[in-house]
Structure formats: C-alpha cells, structure tokens
Nanobody, 117 residues
Framework: QVQFVESGGGLVQVGGSLRLSCRCTASREPFKLYNMGWYRQAPDKQRELVATISRSADRNYADSVKGRFTISRDYAENAVFLQMDSLQPEDTAVYYC?????????WGQGTQVTVSS
C-alpha cells in the first residue's frame, strides 16, 4: 500500500531553518505522476495549503510563505522537500505531505514544526 512518510520537523528558534522531507513508498504508480504538496494545521485552526509542486514541477505558494519556503521534488528519490527559512512563530503547526493523482488525495502522518520566540 502506498505511503507518504514525512520527516524533518522539530523545534527551531525564530529566524531559523528546517527542511522537511516526504518519501513515497510502495506505490504502484510512478512517483512522477503525483501532484505533491505541503499543508499545515495549527492548533484550533483549519488545515491550510503551504506549497504545491505539480508533476511538471510547477510551483505554487501560500502568500504567507512566499520568499521564505521552497518546495522541490526529486524523482530519483521519490521524494518531495520543503525548505523553510526565516521561520516565525506563526509557522508553528503540524505539516502534512499531500499527494494527488486523478482526484484522489493521500496524506502523510504529519510532522510537528515548532518555532520558539
């Protein structure tokens, strides 16, 4: 069964950086077919889009992270990454990897990012 496994979360101070990874395992479909994205959910808030990267590597970012976060994907590693720089307390959330294929959305288990001031 296909799985998307996140890693790389943690505790960081304001202005610091983290790099999240999401690796695709056991997929019957080639990783290159998935549109990938990162979402986040802070306590008592709805899950929100952070960044997406399409099968053709077109990127889209939430206004709140533009210029600070960079999404990328490595087809050889079956992975998508989120480089997060200049982190702020409002970036604190659980970050989820999302994969979409033919209208079907798959989610990772989430990884906690905490930015301390």
């Amino acid at each position: 069964q296909v799985q998307f496994v996140e890693s790389g979360g943690g505790l960081v101070q304001v202005g610091g950086s983290l790099r999240l990874s999401c690796r695709c395992t056991a997929s019957r479909e080639p990783f290159k077919l998935y549109n990938m994205g990162w979402y986040r959910q802070a306590p008592d808030k709805q899950r929100e889009l952070v960044a997406t990267i399409s099968r053709s590597a077109d990127r889209n970012y939430a206004d709140s992270v533009k210029g600070r976060f960079t999404i990328s994907r490595d087809y050889a590693e079956n992975a998508v990454f989120l480089q997060m720089d200049s982190l702020q307390p409002e970036d604190t959330a659980v970050y989820y990897c999302n994969a979409e294929l033919l209208g079907v959305n798959l989610w990772g288990q989430g990884t906690q990012v905490t930015v301390s001031s």
